[in-house]
């Protein structure tokens, strides 16, 4: 059900952020070693995304569409899940895929990843990611 309710809040924060309405919260990371965290431009991104800017959103952070539509997925498992109990246990074992530690190691490593290739890149020079 908390999924189902942050995939349906999430249009609402970002016009929230997007209008001013909220103080920006400074990055912790950044201000203490100078260099951007790997989920820098995620929020920025999801919002360019909900507004329809795919290229935009993949130049905040390129995991935030991978990020919403697993959320998206976990939400419509949710709702199936209530709505149709002969499929609650193929939504259970989807969710419980999508929940193993391994696959959270595994999407932690891959952010990770992301995050060396963005510094790497913009220390180089190349200013294509926006941060």
């Known amino acids: 059900m908390w999924v189902a309710t942050a995939a349906v809040c999430l249009p609402f924060a970002c016009q929230v952020l997007e209008a001013?309405?909220?103080?920006?919260?400074p990055c912790l990371w950044r201000s203490a070693f100078g260099v951007p965290c790997p989920g820098c431009g995620f929020t920025r991104s999801v919002c360019a995304l909900m507004h329809g800017s795919a290229l935009d959103s993949l130049q905040?952070?390129?995991?935030?569409?991978?990020?919403?539509a697993v959320l998206f997925v976990l939400a419509a498992a949710a709702v199936a899940e209530r709505v149709s109990p002969a499929a609650r246990r193929r939504v259970s074992e989807v969710i419980d895929a999508v929940l193993r530690p391994a696959t959270a190691l595994g999407l932690t490593g891959l952010f990770?990843?992301?995050?060396?290739?963005?510094?790497?890149?913009?220390?180089?020079?190349?200013?294509?990611?926006?941060w």
């Open 60 to 68: 905040w952070h390129p995991l935030a569409s991978l990020c919403v």
């Open 112 to 130: 990770v990843a992301v995050w060396i290739v963005r510094v790497v890149l913009d220390a180089s020079g190349v200013r294509w990611f926006r």
């Open 20 to 25: 001013g309405w909220a103080p920006a919260v």
